[in-house]
């Protein structure tokens, strides 16, 4: 089946790095994605990778993946204020059908 | 470039009404998917049009409905309304260079009385 978990929540201090784990069932995803939402908005495509990678790198956004364990995590390099905020990560397999995490909430005091 | 535009972004109806909403692509793409976010079942995908064709589709009843134009602009309807439908309804496009990239917009909030 298809199921996608994530923590709810984490709370970093700014400058830390902040990781952001998920977990994943579906082995035949082909892309996965990070999305961010801020309160009130909609969802901003963070980064995303192919199932193919490891490891895809982004300014400050590291994204690591192990197929073998289906663990996806977001790195977060020098995380600031303006980084709070809710996380998701998705799967996908089936063209424009994403299959979503809860989500984490990201909270980065100062 | 424009990005998703979405209308509109509230929205107050009462228990049985339907509503439309509508969802405008980003320019060149051809793809465009509806979410449904509520804080209890978090997101969840309703269904996708590509060149006006349903191409995949959700778990939701049948009162929940869609379609695509010509010009790639989308909307959803949602008959008989429950207070159940109250969320933020968001779309999201692909296309272009890059089919796997999904823009969202910036989602209507749909409150059911």
Known sequence: ?110 | KAGVTQTPRYLIKTRGQQVTLSCSPISGHRSVSWYQQTPGQGLQFLFEYFSETQRNKGNFPGRFSGRQFSNSRSEMNVSTLELGDSALYLCATSGGTNYNEQFFGPGTRLTVL
């Open chain 1, 1 to 110: 089946g298809e199921d996608v978990e994530q923590s709810l929540f984490l709370s970093v201090r700014e400058g830390d790095s902040s990781v952001i784990n998920c977990t994943y069932t579906d082995s035949s995803s082909t892309y996965l994605y990070w999305y961010k939402q801020e309160p009130g908005a909609g969802l901003q495509l963070l980064t995303y990778i192919f199932s193919n990678m490891d490891m895809k790198q982004d300014q400050r956004l590291t994204v690591l993946l192990n197929k073998k364990d289906k663990h996806l995590s977001l790195r977060i390099a020098d995380t600031q204020t303006g980084d709070s905020a809710i996380y998701f990560c998705a799967e996908n397999n089936q063209g424009g059908k994403l299959i979503f995490g809860q989500g984490t909430e990201l909270s980065v005091k100062p």
